[in-house]
Each structure stands twice: as C-alpha cells, then as structure tokens.
C-alpha cells in the first residue's frame, strides 16, 4: 500500500489527509482523542479495492485550528465532509465513522443522505437515540457520559490534559482495551506528538462545547436512512452503553446489520481489527 499525504482546502479550512488505494470513494471519520491514525490497521486491506481518504478532522493534528466554539458544530463538521468528497470529483462516497467520527456520519447520512452510499459506523449509538435514552433519564449513560460535563468548562480540560499528555494516552488508550496489542507506547507517543500541535487541546474539545451550538440554521431535517448501514460496536465500551444501540432499526429504513463484539473496548478497530476489516469489507460486497 502506498499512502500519500494531501493538503485539501474545504469549507474555509485546510485538512491534513492520508490517502490510498484506487477505486470507489470511502472516507474514514476519526473520534475523540484520535486523529488519521486511528484508522492505520484498516487502510492497507481497504485500499485494495476503494480510494480511501483518513483526514484529521478539523481541529486535529496536522489540520487547521480556527478559534472559537461555534467553528466545531456539527453543521460545520458535515459541510467539511461534503466538500472533501467533492474535493475528490465525487458526489457521493461509503463513509465510515468511528465516535465522534460516528457522529458525523449519522448525521450526514441523515441530512444528506444523496451523498452516502453505505454507511459504517464504530461504537456511536445514532445521535438522535443517544439524546432520547438521556432525555429519559438512562443514568448508567449519564454516568458514563461525565466527562462532557467536563469537557464544556473553560481551560480546565486543556490544563487537564496538557500536564501529562502520555499518562492521559495511557490512560484512556491503553487502559481502556482488552488486548495489551491494541496499542504500543510507540502509538502513545503518535497521540502525544499529535495533540503536542499548537491549539491542537482547545479545538478538540470544542467538538463538545459546540453541542449546545447544535440547531441549525436551516429548515432541513434528518431523514431515516434509505441507504444500506453497518453498526460495529465493542460491548465493554466505557463512554457508551450497548442498551444505546437496541433501537438502530427506529432509525433506519435500509438494510441494517449490526455486529457486536464481546470482550472489547471503545477502541474496536484497534483491539479487533481482521474481524472488523472482516465484517467491514463483508458488508461491502453484500
């Protein structure tokens, strides 16, 4: 495989991607606290048939940081990812998500949905039944869901995280995986070295202050989905309870295929990845 780095301008911004491959056009949407990276075990087997694109989303890594909060709502974030599949000559591109990554993708596929052909999405419960299971008082989901209370108070979570950026990694990378393999310190120093990137803290977290930005400006409304979906999700997943994937079907018209994974983390494609390179490129040729 041979990957090659791009500099793509979209939406007023520029994004850092790593592309690879040859063929139809598939995206990978990274999460929370990762970067392009977090794809790096999935890349090899899926640019064999398709023109994979990992960018570091906005805020990320090697991509740009504007300031303030309301540059990372999710009204911004999908308009990144419609004009990066533009960018490619595309109008339409199989677009896989994992976390905050997810987000994006179910909200795309909901608003937009002309421009997704198949939908893959890594431990992200569908956004609308998230906020449902809370709004109805899920209290393990609140639990588990404390560290966004955190994250939405001023300079606190940067100093937080800055005072120790390896220990954070360690922490909530390898502590959180079921397998030792799943990362190795050299894949710490990786996310150390990419949230060393100046405001690389402070746009990051954004993506959470910007929840309270979320409605938008337009009268458009998510649609349920016509297109074909896949939902891989890790069981132990410590930030999202498995009881939030139960009613995926509410939200899908299409062909839906949901495929879990006992004895895993969050990080699925990292603890698993030939099963889910397995059931991702399965679903693909179905």
Known sequence: MTLTTRYIDVNGITLHCKVAGQGPLMVLLHGFPEFWYSWRKQLPVLAQSYTVVA?????YN???????????TLEV???DIRALIKAFGQESAIVVGHDWGGVVAW???????????KLIILNMPHPAEMKRQLKQGNWQQWRKSWYMGFFQLPYLPEWYMKRNLTRFFKRSLQGWAHQETAFTDADIQAYVTAYEQPNAL???INYYRALRHTKRSDKLRPQKLMMPVCLIFGEDDKA?????????AHYCKGALSIKYIPNCSHWVQHEYPELVNKYIVTFLKQ
């Open 107 to 117: 909200s795309l596929a909901g608003y937009y949905p002309e421009m997704v052909e």
């Open 77 to 79: 974030l999908m308009n």
């Open 62 to 72: 090697l991509s740009d940081k504007p300031k303030g909060i309301k540059n990372y």
């Open 202 to 204: 402070t746009a990051t």
């Open 55 to 59: 960018p570091d989303m906005r805020g």
């Open 240 to 248: 999202l309870g498995k009881e939030l994937t139960y009613n995926t």
